[in-house]
């Protein structure tokens, strides 16, 4: 069955250090990733996506994901974080070879505090 | 361009209660898509349409849900009558291209609280 983990409920970062959430998926075939942020109050917002070539997605706010097929993993990293960065965030699936392959399949979302 | 807009932002109704939520999509957007997310867990999938035709609605919960999308347009989604579990919230999103590879765009979404 197609799934996506983030085994992360929160993350804590100091401002200006480096950071990573962290998300694994299962799927049948070869996925589509995509990471997404809710700020408060907000809705979802995009950042990046992975559909195919290079394996590293550079995507919005300096944020960016590595795909590593071997490891079924897409990490969301940032080389340096503001408190801004702060919110919730949910990497996602879609699998072309599944027959319901319209929807995204959402991890549970990992909040990141950045502390100052 | 405005994104996906969705009204109410917030509903508080009672169980046995009927509520109908709106989506207007990105303007020349033909799939439109409905989720959920409920006491905090995941975001789920419950369908999706391509202009005014449902294309998959394998994440519906039950019969108590109906969404329509007449005139391939915005989009509403029925609870009738609401029951306790349904509380959540509900999000919209929409995408241009054809294919799976198309970025969806959501909406703030509608909080719905069902006592």
């Known amino acids: 069955a197609q799934s996506v983990a983030q085994p992360e409920d929160q993350v804590n970062v100091a401002e200006g250090n480096p950071l990573t959430v962290k998300c694994t998926y299962s799927?049948?075939?070869?996925?589509?990733l995509f990471w997404y942020v809710q700020y408060p109050n907000r809705g979802l917002q995009f950042l990046l996506k992975?559909?195919?070539?290079?394996?590293l997605v550079k995507g919005s706010y300096g944020f960016e994901a590595e795909f590593n097929k071997s490891q079924t993993s897409f990490h969301l990293k940032k080389p340096s974080a503001l408190v801004s960065d702060s919110a919730l965030y949910f990497c996602a699936v879609r699998d072309p070879g599944y027959s319901s392959a319209s929807k995204i399949i959402f991890g549970s979302g990992t909040r990141l505090s950045i502390r100052p | 361009e405005a994104g996906v807009t969705q009204f109410p932002s917030h509903s508080v109704i009672e169980k046995g209660q009927t509520v109908t939520l709106r989506c207007d999509p990105i303007?020349?957007?033909?799939?439109l898509y409905w989720y959920r997310r409920v006491m905090g867990k995941e975001i789920k999938f419950l369908l999706h349409?391509?202009?005014?035709?449902?294309?998959?609605e394998s994440g519906m919960p039950n019969n108590r849900f109906l969404a329509e999308r007449t005139g391939g347009t915005y989009s509403t989604l029925k609870v009738q009558p609401a029951e306790l579990e349904d509380s959540g919230v509900y999000f919209c999103?929409?995408?241009?291209?054809?294919?799976?590879?198309?970025?969806?765009?959501f909406g703030p979404g509608t909080r719905l609280t069902v006592l």
């Open positions: 303007s020349g957007h033909d799939n």
């Open positions: 992975y559909i195919t070539g290079d394996n």
């Open positions: 999103a929409s995408s241009q291209e054809p294919g799976f590879s198309d970025t969806q765009y």
């Open positions: 349409f391509v202009k005014e035709s449902k294309q998959d």
């Open positions: 799927v049948s075939g070869n996925p589509y």
